[in-house]
């Protein structure tokens, strides 16, 4: 189907089965499914889509080796945290004043694409930045067992995000478009709010 066999998906999961940098069609047959979480490897493609493996783009911000040195490069981390399940990097790398207390990832929603449609300052030299971005999800099946209750949503869990929309029938795909704020405090790249 158009999900699992797009070419997006060819730089995420085990990384077995590349072909020329794409995955197989074998391999792509052990891609997780929507509410699994996603295992990206040093040398897979990052889900960020930057063209670098995630060893060398968000995975060393994941591991706290390294912080993002742009606004840019801590939107697509956290994208990618979103990807892989990160929960604690992600509240890590919200500014204090906005965070919440916590933070539980809808199991249901899985993140497949990142576009970067703007930015506004968060360079190098700047202390504060915006990225405007779009990121497509897909929602499983309300009908698939033990994930969705009546409403489509798991117990527990926060529904989709509320500039999301709904852009298919009933496989729930969607996509988040938002303008985010970013400042940076003690050197480090924050995620503030949306704009």
């Known amino acids: 189907d158009w999900f699992w066999g797009g070419d997006w998906w060819w730089g995420l999961g085990s990384g077995a089965g590349r072909d020329n940098g794409r995955m197989s069609a074998a391999a792509r047959t052990d891609t997780p499914e929507p509410g699994r979480p996603v295992s990206v490897a040093d040398g897979d493609r990052c889900p960020c889509l930057s063209g670098e493996v995630y060893g060398d783009c ?60 703007g930015r506004t300052g968060g360079g190098l030299l700047d202390t504060e930045g915006t990225v405007e971005f779009r990121a497509r999800y897909r929602m499983r099946r309300p009908a698939d067992p033990d994930i969705a209750t009546p409403s489509g949503r798991t117990p527990g869990t926060a529904p989709a995000p509320a500039t999301a929309h709904d852009t298919g029938p009933a496989a729930g795909a969607g996509d988040q478009h938002e303008n985010s704020r970013f400042l940076r405090l003690d050197g480090r790249w924050l995620y503030v709010d949306a704009v």
């Open 58 to 117: 968000c995975g060393p911000f994941h591991r706290g080796a390294a912080i993002a040195p742009t606004a840019e490069r801590l939107m697509r981390s956290r994208y990618s945290a979103f990807v892989v399940g990160d929960a604690a990097y992600l509240l890590a790398t919200w500014h204090p004043a906005t965070r919440p207390s916590g933070l539980q990832l809808d199991p249901g929603i899985r993140w497949f694409r990142l576009d970067i449609l």
